[in-house]
């Protein structure tokens, strides 16, 4: 009878192991896309931008993208600082969808696919989505995405 209960007390240690090492790779994943979409930012506030102190972070599916909505204000000029672990070979994009739902900004995509910046000045006050989405040019795969806002 003791092989049984050995035999089982390895098994839930291995698979505790395993859950563990998965665990934290998706944190270094998830550390990578904020240090990117981070970096993103910081050359965005050396051109006037308010960054704000907290970011987005969602996890993006290869066939469905993630959005969000915010508050925006005419009169100011938006940047949102998007990117994915770099090392994942994900590429994405992404676009502002206005008051009527149609997609709008001006990207300025990072070369290797894994980020991007994106500019919008709102011509009203109002809800807006922010939508990001994976392109077929990457791999497709599950991913962290995270997104770091500011404005002037």
């Given amino acids: 009878m003791r092989f049984p209960v050995t035999f089982t007390a390895l098994l839930v240690a291995a698979l505790q192991l395993i859950l563990l090492q998965a665990t934290s790779l998706r944190a270094a994943d998830r550390e990578d896309a904020e240090a990117a979409a981070q970096a993103l930012a910081y050359d965005q506030e050396n051109e006037g931008f308010n960054i704000r102190a907290e970011s987005w972070s969602r996890d993006l599916q290869p066939k469905l993208g993630k959005a969000t909505r915010m508050q925006l204000y005419k009169g100011n000029e938006y940047c949102f600082c998007v990117a994915v672990p770099k090392k994942s070979g994900v590429h994405i ?12 900004g001006e990207i300025l995509p990072v070369l290797d696919g894994w980020g991007f910046v994106l500019f919008y000045k709102p011509k009203k ?28």
């Avoid at 994009?93 to 709008?104: H, I, Q, R």
């Avoid at 006050?125 to 994976?134: C, D, E, L, N, P």
């Avoid at 990457?138 to 002037?152: F, H």
């Fill in 93 to 104: 994009t992404g676009a502002v969808l206005d008051l009527e739902g149609k997609p709008s």
């Fill in 125 to 152: 006050t109002g809800m807006y989505m922010i939508a990001i989405h994976q392109t077929e040019k990457g791999k497709r795969k599950e991913v962290p995405v995270v997104m770091v806002s500011g404005y002037r």
